[in-house]
Nanobody, 119 residues
Framework: QVQVVESGGGSVQAGDSLRLACAYS????????MGWYRQAPGKERELVAPLTKGSSNNVADSVKGRFTISRDKAKNTLYLQMNSLKPEDTAVYYC?????????????WGQGTQVTVSS
Protein backbone atom coordinates (compact mmCIF):
# COMPACT_ATOMS: atom_id res chain seq x y z
CA GLN A 1 0.00 0.00 0.00
CA VAL A 2 1.09 3.55 -0.75
CA GLN A 3 0.00 6.74 0.95
CA VAL A 4 0.11 10.02 -0.96
CA VAL A 5 -0.15 13.45 0.70
CA GLU A 6 -0.09 16.75 -1.18
CA SER A 7 0.92 20.05 0.38
CA GLY A 8 2.07 23.53 -0.55
CA GLY A 9 -1.14 24.98 -1.90
CA GLY A 10 -2.50 28.34 -0.92
CA SER A 11 -3.98 31.62 -2.06
CA VAL A 12 -1.73 33.78 -4.20
CA GLN A 13 -1.93 36.56 -6.71
CA ALA A 14 -1.45 36.26 -10.43
CA GLY A 15 2.21 36.15 -11.32
CA ASP A 16 3.23 34.53 -8.04
CA SER A 17 4.86 31.14 -7.65
CA LEU A 18 4.10 28.07 -5.59
CA ARG A 19 5.90 24.80 -5.07
CA LEU A 20 3.65 21.85 -4.40
CA ALA A 21 4.97 18.74 -2.72
CA CYS A 22 3.67 15.20 -2.84
CA ALA A 23 5.01 13.00 -0.08
CA TYR A 24 4.57 9.30 -0.63
CA SER A 25 5.11 6.51 1.83
CA UNK A 26 4.41 2.86 2.42
CA UNK A 27 5.47 0.26 -0.11
CA UNK A 28 7.11 2.85 -2.31
CA UNK A 29 9.26 0.33 -4.15
CA UNK A 30 6.16 -0.65 -6.10
CA UNK A 31 5.87 2.79 -7.70
CA UNK A 32 6.40 2.79 -11.44
CA UNK A 33 4.96 6.19 -12.39
CA MET A 34 3.79 9.39 -10.74
CA GLY A 35 2.13 12.58 -11.85
CA TRP A 36 0.25 15.74 -10.99
CA TYR A 37 -3.39 16.36 -11.83
CA ARG A 38 -5.76 19.21 -11.12
CA GLN A 39 -9.48 19.79 -11.01
CA ALA A 40 -10.79 23.31 -11.45
CA PRO A 41 -14.28 24.38 -10.37
CA GLY A 42 -16.82 22.99 -12.79
CA LYS A 43 -14.15 21.10 -14.71
CA GLU A 44 -13.01 17.52 -15.00
CA ARG A 45 -9.78 16.38 -13.44
CA GLU A 46 -6.96 16.78 -15.91
CA LEU A 47 -3.38 15.67 -16.19
CA VAL A 48 -0.98 18.52 -15.54
CA ALA A 49 2.45 16.94 -15.48
CA PRO A 50 3.46 13.30 -15.74
CA LEU A 51 6.79 12.19 -14.39
CA THR A 52 8.44 10.46 -17.32
CA LYS A 53 11.84 8.92 -17.79
CA GLY A 54 12.50 11.01 -20.86
CA SER A 55 11.82 14.46 -19.45
CA SER A 56 10.39 16.07 -16.36
CA ASN A 57 9.04 18.96 -18.42
CA ASN A 58 6.40 17.09 -20.41
CA VAL A 59 3.61 19.23 -19.02
CA ALA A 60 0.17 20.09 -20.33
CA ASP A 61 -0.04 22.83 -22.94
CA SER A 62 -1.94 25.07 -20.55
CA VAL A 63 1.03 25.21 -18.17
CA LYS A 64 3.86 24.83 -20.64
CA GLY A 65 6.79 27.06 -19.79
CA ARG A 66 5.43 27.76 -16.32
CA PHE A 67 5.19 24.44 -14.46
CA THR A 68 7.91 21.89 -13.86
CA ILE A 69 7.65 18.45 -12.31
CA SER A 70 10.51 16.86 -10.42
CA ARG A 71 11.18 14.12 -7.93
CA ASP A 72 13.48 13.75 -4.95
CA LYS A 73 13.84 10.00 -4.57
CA ALA A 74 15.77 10.26 -1.32
CA LYS A 75 12.95 12.23 0.28
CA ASN A 76 10.14 10.25 -1.35
CA THR A 77 8.69 13.48 -2.60
CA LEU A 78 7.32 14.64 -5.94
CA TYR A 79 7.27 18.37 -6.65
CA LEU A 80 5.39 20.69 -8.92
CA GLN A 81 7.03 24.07 -9.34
CA MET A 82 4.43 26.56 -10.52
CA ASN A 83 5.58 29.94 -11.79
CA SER A 84 3.71 32.85 -13.30
CA LEU A 85 0.46 31.59 -11.89
CA LYS A 86 -2.77 32.65 -13.55
CA PRO A 87 -6.33 32.75 -12.23
CA GLU A 88 -7.18 29.85 -14.52
CA ASP A 89 -4.67 27.74 -12.59
CA THR A 90 -7.06 27.80 -9.65
CA ALA A 91 -7.87 24.19 -8.84
CA VAL A 92 -7.39 21.37 -6.42
CA TYR A 93 -4.11 19.73 -7.30
CA TYR A 94 -3.70 16.00 -6.88
CA CYS A 95 -0.73 13.70 -6.93
CA UNK A 96 -0.92 10.06 -7.89
CA UNK A 97 1.33 7.05 -7.86
CA UNK A 98 1.13 3.96 -10.03
CA UNK A 99 2.12 0.68 -8.46
CA UNK A 100 2.28 -2.95 -9.44
CA UNK A 101 1.26 -5.72 -7.07
CA UNK A 102 2.46 -8.64 -9.10
CA UNK A 103 0.70 -8.17 -12.41
CA UNK A 104 -1.97 -5.91 -10.91
CA UNK A 105 -1.67 -2.17 -11.53
CA UNK A 106 -2.96 0.08 -8.75
CA UNK A 107 -3.28 3.85 -8.78
CA UNK A 108 -3.11 5.76 -5.50
CA TRP A 109 -4.43 9.30 -5.11
CA GLY A 110 -3.83 11.93 -2.48
CA GLN A 111 -6.52 14.14 -0.97
CA GLY A 112 -5.43 17.17 -2.97
CA THR A 113 -4.22 20.64 -2.11
CA GLN A 114 -6.09 23.81 -3.03
CA VAL A 115 -4.43 26.44 -5.18
CA THR A 116 -6.28 29.72 -5.57
CA VAL A 117 -4.91 32.43 -7.85
CA SER A 118 -6.52 35.84 -7.80
CA SER A 119 -6.06 38.66 -10.26
Amino acid sequence: QVQVVESGGGSVQAGDSLRLACAYSGDTICISDMGWYRQAPGKERELVAPLTKGSSNNVADSVKGRFTISRDKAKNTLYLQMNSLKPEDTAVYYCNAHCYDGATRIIYWGQGTQVTVSS
